[in-house]
């Protein structure tokens, strides 16, 4: 199946922009494209929660938390997804993890940290 492979997170200030991206180089295309792929953060001391999904066909789904802030695309050439993440707060603060879903299977990314300071 090939790994996920997040990439991209950083240490920023409020206000500031960032997007992560997830590759799966590994993984063959005929796999890759039907995927539904998604994004899930897990802040200090609280659970994994979903942050957005986008499916095979680049609909897409939001957390209310980051709805209007943060958008979800995929690159299907690439075997990518990005989280385009704008204007981060510290309550962005969190590990960030890529998801992929196909035929009832999950699997993970080892997750890339995101943190927002004042």
């Known amino acids: 199946q090939g790994p996920l492979v997040e990439s991209g997170g950083g240490l920023l200030q409020p206000g500031e922009s960032l997007r992560p991206s997830c590759a799966a180089p590994?993984?063959?295309?005929?796999?890759?494209?039907?995927?539904?792929m998604g994004w899930y953060r897990q802040g200090p001391g609280k659970e994994r929660d979903l942050v957005a999904t986008?499916?095979?066909?680049?609909?897409?789904n939001y957390a209310d938390s980051v709805k209007g802030q943060f958008i979800i695309t995929r690159d299907n050439a690439r075997k990518t997804v990005y989280l385009q993440m704008n204007d981060l707060a510290p309550e962005d603060t969190a590990v960030y993890y890529c998801?992929?879903?196909?035929?009832?299977?999950?699997?993970w990314g080892q997750g890339t940290q995101v943190t927002v300071f004042s």
């Open positions: 998801n992929r879903i196909l035929g009832g299977r999950s699997y």
């Open positions: 986008i499916a095979p066909d680049s609909s897409t």
């Open positions: 590994r993984t063959i295309t005929s796999v890759f494209n039907p995927s539904t």
